[in-house]
């Protein structure tokens, strides 16, 4: 059975202090391990579909990287703007649904 | 683009009333929806994988009779809560499939059964 675990399960940082969240996964047959973000009250936002050991992504201060146990999610100098709910979730064999983990809260203080 | 409607954002209704939440894929055709359901500080919980054209496929635990979904188009999927009790109130999100991967959620409907 496919399994996703983030740790942690709430982060609070002060605006600027750098850190990473993780999500780390026991599957067969990764086809792509997805980062949405969700704000309190909304549904989640997609943010990076990677698909191999080694691939970066990035997108303003977030950096999403990917190796064959984990996915790290890195948050450069982060802002009160970036506290949210972010979501780790794999795509696995033929499936077409995701499985998702419990999520990292993270509070950005200014 | 990738942007997905969902409608009401919100509901209140009296127990044994029915409900029909509708989702659109706006930019983008979908022959694959999800329905999600979420409770507090929870992660998304998977309810049923909507087909267009075909029935939908319900998670284990889901009562097929008391949520329909109906997926007539390639751009609407619906969720009908059906006699509505108050354990059925909760955070419903849907989302679309965009090619073979990714999946594109809606802004969620919360639902409230008095």
């Known amino acids: 059975e496919d399994q996703v675990t983030q740790s942690p399960e709430a982060l609070r940082l002060q605006e600027g202090e750098s850190s990473s969240l993780n999500c780390s996964y026991t599957?067969?047959?990764?086809?792509?391990l997805f980062w949405y973000r969700q704000d309190p009250g909304k549904g989640p936002e997609f943010l990076f579909t990677?698909?191999?050991a080694g691939e970066e992504k990035e997108k303003e201060r977030l950096k999403a990287t990917l190796t064959k146990k984990e996915s790290f999610l890195h948050i450069t100098a982060p802002k009160p703007e970036d506290s949210a709910t972010y979501l780790c979730?794999?795509?696995?064999?033929?499936?077409?649904?995701?499985?998702f983990g419990s999520g990292t809260q993270l509070t950005v203080l200014p | 683009g990738a942007v997905v409607s969902q409608h009401p954002s919100w509901v209140i209704c009296k127990s044994g009333t029915s409900v029909k939440i509708e989702c659109r894929s706006l930019?983008?055709?979908?022959?694959?929806m999800f329905w999600y359901r979420q409770f507090p500080k929870q992660s998304l919980m998977l309810m049923a994988t909507?087909?267009?054209?075909?029935?939908?496929?319900?998670e284990q635990g889901v009562e097929k009779d008391k949520f329909l979904i109906n997926h007539a188009s390639l751009t609407l999927s619906t969720l009908t809560v059906t006699s509505a009790h108050p354990e059925d109130s909760s955070f419903y999100i849907c989302?679309?499939?965009?090619?073979?991967?990714?999946?594109?959620f809606g802004p969620g409907t919360r639902l409230l059964v008095l």
């Open positions: 599957v067969s047959g990764l086809r792509g």
């Open positions: 989302s679309a499939l965009a090619g073979e991967e990714t999946q594109y």
């Open positions: 930019d983008f055709q979908a022959t694959t």
């Open positions: 909507s087909n267009e054209g075909s029935k939908a496929t319900y």
């Open positions: 990677l698909y191999s």
């Open positions: 979730a794999v795509l696995t064999g033929s499936a077409r649904q995701l499985t």
